[in-house]
């Protein structure tokens, strides 16, 4: 038996006894980390419950703030379930409610909390995770989650070209939504008419689970965003839709304090002084445009060039609306002038790059909204968007000093179609100080940048991470002077005039970056994204921080301008990039108790490239392909396997080789808890005795005895034998299949045969909840 498992009280298997844990008055204990096998089924179903089923399982342990519970199930095709995260006073915290497989809830602070899975439709046995290091898979990014901020009542819709009936006949317009924006073929904003969204519902054909009385909305947004929820859950089932998201709404990445008059010290931090040496960014070097997809831009800055500045592009509000402007902020006026203000001028700062022309994107007023950004992003980029306009030359590269919400796959998408056409975008990883970098920064297609102090330490609020590319001076402000200083607005509400400002932020990091981008673009036309990520991934552009190269904390490092625009203008070549291996993520954690991730393996650059082998030095390690074409690039699995390691943190890594010899070298790390034999239990289990062709030649079931199951067959004839065993906690007579937890001698993965011509003793092995399978073992 394993350390941390546990089992839900009320399971399938007929033969288990029954301990109800289905509201909050009987919840059943559990700890955090933990793994915890269980079975829900919603009324009418067929179980051993009869019709009322057994809809919910509710646990109830202590958090730490960030403490993460993860729900999997196996066939989300045949089953829907839901997860809860509800507070001692049994308030609803968050919830999350996809149809994928997989929902997530975060504790948000330090507590005791109740986690209730529910049966949403079907039946199903599942996986459910309570850890706080726990690396998620990119596929299961896509929850829908209460918790994430995001506009009531509004929904990013990409449906098909042309939208047919629905298969219950009806339009989008029929059910009672509207389409604000947008258009078939890209996104669109649909809307829920006020107090309408139950009649939205019903018309999608959702039905109304079942609340809990003892379980309460924290406030009426809440409720009113739980509903939107649902309605993108019923979206998403419908066939002419081919993604639906929340409208996430969107924040500066920045914490600001006063301005101050200082150095720009960040400067000689990232060696620039060196860098214009080579290229100030201005003619006779190319021209380059950097779209600012911000809050605008104050245009009558000092500082700020008109001649360099496009027209503004406003997506925020209606410009007839005067209570646009009533929330002012000046953030995209100093990501503007770290990118490329006037220098040379004899007037307050510097830019990275001198001769940038900037490209104001409003999208934000103090905040935004996901449709407004991803708007402003289809502008930049020259792409059909709600303006009806395009900017003329389009952006080369796209500052995104901004973030917040979950993953979109409308985002994803678009953000993939901007690479594909040669642009760079560069987005801040977050200002949270977590150990996940958020969206748009972790979308594949951008480079995600986290921030440094005036040490070349992490600042403690940059978020890090697998998806973490790199770091740059964002500024801790102990002192004032210790942040970034930039273009500011002395803004008396009255009158608005030129000033200067420190501020801190992976806002400002961002900036950095995208301005030593212009000067690199300046010095090469081509400097494509997989040029950029085939530089990067070498050391070229960044001088390495901590561990010796990839790290989560500082990716692959901070950010060289020197360095970087020298490896720029060294690659001018036009022709091909040699193929190389790219690996996402970069780094692979099991935590305490994850037992599968996915690595995705591209070719980073042009032509063909084979995979020739991925080795696994590491016996608890293995890689298999899940998803992976002829030339062996795609998505592969890996499992971890605890089942022969001691209590301890164990670390290894993949070695991947491709047929031009080129290799990358993946970390992994896996952490194994001490047994507690009182609580670690996967419940009942039976032990069959097979034959060489798998045939049970026998079998018992058996309840644990302090943590140890002692299995015993008598009278078996002499011949070779394997032996297993698995839990049946969906209650289909079928060991070692779906969610069950699953164990074999001498090892799960490798079994072998034995012989019996006499008595045999210590046919000793492990049984643990294992990644999903097929198959298994009839009893």
Not at 359 to 388: C, E, H, K, M
Request: with cysteine.
């Amino acid at each position: 038996m394993q350390a941390l498992h546990h089992v839900d009280s009320d399971t399938n298997d007929p033969q288990s006894q029954v301990f109800r844990n289905n509201d909050l008055t009987n919840a059943q204990e559990v700890r955090v980390p933990a793994i915890i096998g269980g079975f829900v089924a919603s009324p009418l179903t067929d179980s051993r419950f009869g019709s009322a089923g057994d809809p919910d399982d509710v646990f109830v342990a202590e958090f730490n703030a960030g403490d993460q519970a993860l729900l999997e199930f196996p066939d989300p095709a045949r089953a829907d379930l839901d997860l809860y995260l509800i507070d001692d006073t049994g308030m609803v915290v968050d919830a999350s409610i996809g149809i994928d497989g997989f929902e997530r809830v975060v504790a948000p602070e330090a507590g005791r909390y109740y986690v209730r899975v529910s049966a949403y439709s079907g039946q199903s046995a599942y996986h459910l995770r309570l850890d706080s290091s726990q690396m998620l898979d990119p596929a299961h990014a896509a929850s829908l989650r209460l918790a994430d901020d995001f506009v009531p009542d509004e929904i990013i819709v990409r449906s098909a070209d042309e939208i047919r009936p629905f298969a219950l006949g009806k339009s989008p317009a029929d059910m009672g939504l509207q389409r604000v924006s947008g258009a078939p073929g890209r996104e669109q904003l649909w809307r829920i008419p006020g107090g309408h969204a139950e009649a939205v519902i019903s018309s999608l054909g959702l039905h109304t689970p079942s609340i809990s009385p003892a379980v309460a909305w924290r406030t009426p947004e809440q409720a009113a965003r739980y509903e939107t929820l649902r309605v993108i859950k019923a979206l998403r089932g419908q066939p002419d839709i081919v993604s639906a998201s929340p409208n996430y709404h969107m924040t500066p990445m920045l914490t600001p304090n006063d301005p101050d008059w200082h150095l720009q010290w960040f400067h000689e931090a990232i060696n620039l002084p060196q860098a214009w040496d080579i290229t100030t960014g201005e003619a006779p070097d190319e021209e380059v445009v950097v779209a600012v997809v911000d809050t605008g831009v104050y245009r009558e800055h000092e500082d700020l060039d008109e001649d360099r500045l496009f027209p503004t592009q406003r997506f925020v509000c209606d410009p007839e609306d005067s209570t646009c402007d009533e929330e002012r902020s000046w953030h995209g006026t100093h990501v503007t002038g770290i990118i490329g203000a006037a220098t040379d001028n004899s007037l307050g700062v510097a830019g990275v790059s001198w001769g940038v022309d900037i490209l104001p994107v409003w999208t934000l007023n103090g905040t935004g909204t996901l449709n407004d950004t991803l708007q402003g992003i289809r502008y930049a980029a020259g792409l059909p968007n709600d303006s009806g306009t395009k900017p003329s030359p389009r952006a080369d590269i796209i500052n995104l000093s901004l973030g917040g919400g979950g993953y979109s796959a409308e985002a994803d998408e678009l953000l993939q179609e901007v690479r594909e056409l040669g642009i760079l975008v560069v987005a801040s990883s977050g200002n949270d100080g977590t150990s996940t970098v958020g969206y748009p920064a972790a979308y594949e297609s951008v480079l995600a940048a986290g921030a440094t102090d005036r040490n070349a330490d992490r600042a403690w609020y940059s978020n890090y991470g697998p998806r973490l590319d790199l770091v740059a001076p964002g500024g801790v402000m102990i002192h004032s002077e210790d942040g970034i200083l930039s273009t500011w607005v002395n803004d008396t509400g009255e009158t608005l005039a030129s000033d200067y400002a420190f501020l801190q932020g992976t806002s400002m990091s961002t900036a950095v970056v995208s301005g030593v981008l212009a000067l690199g673009r300046a010095v090469n036309p081509e400097l494509s994204p997989g040029l950029l990520l085939e530089l990067l991934e070498s050391g070229a552009l960044t001088k390495d921080l901590g561990p010796t190269g990839w790290d989560p904390e500082t990716g692959w490092g901070e950010i060289d301008a020197y360095q970087a625009v020298q490896a720029f203008a060294e690659r001018t070549d036009t022709g091909e990039l040699a193929p190389r291996i790219s690996v996402t993520p970069q780094v692979l954690n099991f935590g305490f108790t994850g037992t599968s991730l996915d690595l995705r393996l591209r070719n980073g650059g042009d032509g063909s490239l084979q995979i020739e082998d991925i080795a696994t030095p590491a016996t608890w390690l293995t890689v298999e392909p899940y998803d992976v074409t002829e030339d062996g690039l795609g998505l592969y699995r890996s499992y971890g396997q605890r089942d022969a390691l001691s209590p301890g943190d164990y670390e290894s890594r993949l070695r991947i080789t491709a047929d031009n010899g080129d290799q990358r070298d993946i970390p992994v790390g896996i952490r194994v808890a001490e047994r507690d034999p009182q609580r670690d239990t996967v419940g009942r289990v039976y032990v069959l005795l097979l034959d060489r062709d798998d045939r049970v030649v026998a079998q018992t079931a058996l309840e644990p005895e302090y943590g140890t199951y002692r299995y015993r067959f008598e009278g078996v004839p002499a011949g070779d034998y394997r032996v297993v065993a698995g839990t049946n906690i969906a209650g289909n007579d079928r060991i070692c299949a779906g969610a069950e937890a699953c164990g074999a001698w001498p090892q799960h993965g490798a079994r072998e045969t034995f012989r019996v011509d006499r008595d045999r003793t210590g046919l000793d092995f492990g049984i643990a909840w294992r990644p999903f399978t097929d198959g298994g073992f009839p009893l």
